[in-house]
Nanobody
Framework: QLQAFGGGLVQAGGSLRLSCAASGRSFSSNSMGWFRQAPGKEREFVAA????????YYADFVKGRFTISRNNAKNTVYLQMNSLKPEDTAVYYC???????????????????WGQGTQVTVSS
């Protein structure tokens, strides 16, 4: 139901834009989030956006570099990633909160719907 794409190989300092498209149902009333998992590490929160788009939250390590946004008419969420660093290398997952109309959450346990992930590799 969620498909993330837009990953790839980029040099440090470069940019990528990830997209997460929903199919089969609308997530316009669900907060959406991006998480990532680097090799040998646990999955971690990256960014989240409320269902209306009015509220956004970011992990400290991406503040000022990444921007989350959404287009409910297209049932799509985006993650614009700028000034990428080698430590941003990971598989990036989009997810939808199980709750309707709730504030965006930074907690993985609030997310019930997950995309398959897209690989982002940043070379130094």
């Amino acid at each position: 139901q969620l498909q993330a794409f837009g990953g790839g190989l980029v040099q440090a300092g470069g940019s990528l834009r990830l997209s997460c498209a929903a199919s089969g149902r609308s997530f316009s009333s669900n907060s959406m989030g991006w998480f990532r998992q680097a090799p040998g590490k646990e999955r971690e929160f990256v960014a989240a956006i409320s269902w209306s788009g009015d509220n956004t939250y970011y992990a400290d390590f991406v503040k000022g570099r990444f921007t989350i946004s959404r287009n409910n008419a297209k049932n799509t969420v985006y993650l614009q990633m700028n000034s990428l660093k080698p430590e941003d290398t990971a598989v990036y997952y989009c997810a939808a909160d199980r709750r309707l109309g709730a504030r965006a959450s930074v907690h993985e346990y609030d997310y019930a719907y997950w995309g398959q992930g897209t690989q982002v590799t940043v070379s130094s």
